[in-house]
């Protein structure tokens, strides 16, 4: 298994733009999550979803983070406008109940 | 929230001498998980230990956890420097939710 896979890796976008982070979790896993890390807040739960269903969308910031899961292979974060205080690392990770396996991340700057 | 925090902050130690990294927490959990992070990397899941659990192995890793006092430990047994990376607690909630909240990290540093 080639584990959870995001993109892109790095993504540097001006101010006002929108901005889609994408997510493959692994195959079987029925839980998926959407983390934000920076250095002052540490890691964030931004939105989890079970069976593609979100179940807690409690950490999302705002209005301009969206987040969906069409089908079971597949999950997008998306911000628009961006703001330059959404610069942070976003990891995506999904499970089954025995610990979470991460994705790489998405190193995001707005400018 | 019941966010887990590690103590201490940063850990600096030589090759071979023992790393002991803690966390607390605030309120009961179905279980505690350690994850690792290098640098610029995702996190990798390390050790799962259930409530009900006192002491956990795996490798020359060690964990405790004492839920009388809402606490675990992990123990890196003969540090290398490729251990080099910042150590995560999380809890989960007891009533069977799998969301997991993270601590801010242990950063540790095995020096040669």
């Given amino acids: 298994d080639a584990g959870v896979i995001q993109s892109p890796r790095h993504e540097v976008t001006e101010m006002g ?19 934000r890390q920076t250095m002052m807040r540490g890691l964030e739960l931004l939105i989890y979803f079970n069976n593609n269903v ?16 069409p089908n079971a292979s597949f999950s997008t974060l998306k911000i628009q406008p961006s703001e330059p205080r959404d610069s942070a690392v976003y990891f995506c990770a999904s499970s089954q109940r025995r610990g979470y396996t991460f994705g790489s991340g998405t190193r995001l700057t707005v400018v | 929230s019941q966010q887990g925090e590690e103590d201490p902050q940063a850990l600096s130690i030589q090759e071979g001498e023992n790393a ?8 009961s959990i179905n279980n505690l998980q350690w994850y690792r992070q290098n640098s610029g990397r995702g996190l990798v899941h390390l050790i799962l230990i259930r409530s009900n659990e006192r002491e956990k192995h795996s490798g020359r890793l060690r964990v405790t956890l004492d839920t009388s006092k809402k606490s675990s430990s992990l123990l890196i047994t003969a540090p290398r420097a490729a251990d080099t ?9 007891q009533g069977g939710s799998e969301k997991l909240v993270f601590g801010k990290g242990t950063k540790l540093t095995v020096n040669p």
């Avoid at chain 1, 179940?55 to 899961?69: H, L, N, Q, V, Y």
């Fill in chain 2, 20 to 27: 002991t990294m803690n966390c607390s927490y605030k309120t």
């Fill in chain 2, 85 to 93: 990376a910042s150590y995560f607690c999380a809890t989960d909630a």
């Fill in chain 1, 17 to 35: 733009q929108e901005v889609t982070l994408r997510c493959k979790p692994i195959s079987g896993h029925d839980y998926l999550f959407w983390y």
């Fill in chain 1, 54 to 69: 979100p179940i807690d969308d409690s950490g999302m910031p705002e209005d301009r983070f969206s987040a969906k899961m």
